[in-house]
């Protein structure tokens, strides 16, 4: 697989590369937290498409990163194999389908609707995610 390298000449050349979809979101110190607390909770992966239940490696998001004001809730993460976690970001479908039976629809239809706010209209305060995110992996030992 080619490795794509992103070039900052100019805001044109930035341009093109998000309508290609070549930018990625950015992974910071609140992320690594989040990803810790859902792995040190979900020991083995709760997807099993693929998998008998292996041992979780990643955090996957069932509303995908992008969307702020959801981020950082744990309803909105579970832990994954690496392989599960592919086919869950290619098969959208199944992913809701799951988040449904695994949140049930009340709480799936709420992680929806919180999802459309911005971080600013949601309230998010980053210092209080990773005090709260902190306190949870000391509850869960890891």
Request: glycine share 6%; proline share 1%.
């Amino acid at each position: 697989m080619a490795r794509v390298v992103l070039r900052r000449r100019g805001a044109r050349t930035v341009r093109a590369q998000r309508k290609r979809g070549l930018t990625r979101i950015r992974y910071g110190p609140i992320d690594r937290l989040f990803s810790r607390v859902v792995r040190a909770r979900d020991k083995t992966c709760q997807f099993k498409f693929l998998c008998r239940g292996a041992p979780v490696r990643e955090a996957a998001h069932l509303i995908k990163r992008n969307r702020w004001s959801v981020r950082w809730d744990l309803n909105n993460a579970v832990g994954a194999c690496w392989k599960c976690h592919r086919f869950a970001d290619e098969h959208r479908t199944e992913l809701e389908a799951f988040a449904i039976k695994h949140l049930g629809v009340e709480r799936y239809s709420r992680l929806l609707v919180r999802s459309q706010l911005t971080e600013k209209a949601a309230g998010v305060d980053r210092v209080a995610v990773k005090a709260y995110l902190k306190r949870r992996l000391m509850e869960l030992g890891a």
